[in-house]
């Protein structure tokens, strides 16, 4: 392994994309090149010359896009490392030494992703406020799923699977899942310790109406890919979020 390619998708985040470029940036990996890719979508707040000015992303490409996963897509097409992982605009890695664990566990075994633990924190106070335990790979009929934005798959997995399905607004992340980590049963290795730190708020919570459109999309989820979850699956998804998040 050479290479680990990590996406950031923005727009008008000129409050909090400092920080996640420098949490790149202060990334200690031995014999490995860390390529960050930053996807803007014609931010119009001086996200895209604060970028500029860190001279710290290998590819920056700023228009505008069809939404949160279209732009992941287009981040994909530009990744050339040998695991891919996304990092969002308002989150941060944990510590200086995220990357490096992760590819260790990823020499140490068969994994074709590695996924660990993370943290909410309050974006006023700057307190945690919840930790996610993601424990060890479960099942997704009972509601099981790694965190998102703690998940580094190789590249390979998304050549074989391709991207995120454009046709969901709310779940695309479940649904590539789904299509890829479940349906093919591929290995996974669980690191436990805290990889990500991310601000409250999120796209699918962001209100109940929100909330009802993922659970339909989480359902949807499963059909497109000609799986019969069980009757309580996708009661069960944000059921287990709840739980993991542990004060």
Same mark, same amino acid.
């Given at each position: 392994?050479?290479? &680990?390619?990590?996406? =950031?998708?923005?727009?008008n985040?000129?409050?909090?994309i400092?920080k996640?470029?420098?949490?790149v ?14 996807? +803007?979508?014609?931010?119009? +707040? ?5 970028? /500029? ?8 490409v700023?228009?505008? +896009? ?7 897509? *287009? ?18 890695? $944990? ?5 490096s664990?992760v590819?260790?566990?990823?020499? =140490?075994?068969?994994? /074709?992703a &590695? ?6 924190f309050?974006? *006023?106070?700057?307190?945690?406020v #919840?930790?996610?335990?993601?424990g060890p790979?479960?099942d997704? *009929? ?11 798959v ?5 050549? /074989? ?7 969901f607004?709310?779940?695309?992340d479940?649904?590539w899942?789904i @299509?890829?980590l479940?349906t093919?049963n591929? $290995?996974?290795t ?5 990889? &990500?730190?991310? @601000?409250?708020?999120g796209?699918?919570? $962001?209100?109940? #109406?929100? #909330? ?8 949807s989820a ?5 799986? =019969?979850?069980?009757p ?7 059921l287990r ?7």
């Amino acid at each position: 392994m050479s290479k &680990v390619s990590i996406i =950031t998708v923005c727009y008008n985040a000129s409050d909090v994309i400092s920080k996640c470029l420098h949490s790149v940036q202060e990334q200690v990996v031995d014999h490995v090149t860390v390529e960050h890719i930053v996807i +803007d979508g014609g931010s119009n +707040d001086g996200t895209l010359e604060i970028v /500029q000015a860190h001279n710290s992303p290998d590819h920056l490409v700023s228009e505008k +896009d069809n939404g949160l996963y279209d732009a992941m897509n *287009k981040g994909l097409g530009k990744a050339t490392g040998d695991v891919i992982g996304f990092l969002n605009s308002d989150d941060v890695y $944990a510590d200086p030494n995220v990357i490096s664990d992760v590819v260790s566990a990823f020499k =140490t075994s068969n994994a /074709q992703a &590695v996924f660990g633990d993370l943290v909410v924190f309050d974006p *006023k106070e700057g307190h945690i406020v #919840r930790r996610w335990k993601a424990g060890p790979e479960g099942d997704f *009929k009972n509601g099981w799923m790694p965190p998102h934005p703690s998940l580094f798959v190789r590249k390979s997995v998304f050549e /074989q699977h391709g991207g995120f399905n454009l046709k969901f607004k709310f779940a695309a992340d479940y649904e590539w899942m789904i @299509r890829s980590l479940y349906t093919e049963n591929l $290995a996974l290795t669980y690191l436990p310790k805290t990889l &990500v730190k991310m @601000r409250a708020g999120g796209l699918s919570n $962001a209100s109940l #109406r929100n #909330r009802l459109k993922a659970h339909f999309e989480d359902y949807s989820a499963w059909k497109v890919n000609g799986k =019969t979850p069980y009757p309580w699956t996708v009661f069960l998804k944000p059921l287990r979020k709840i739980t993991q998040f542990i004060k």
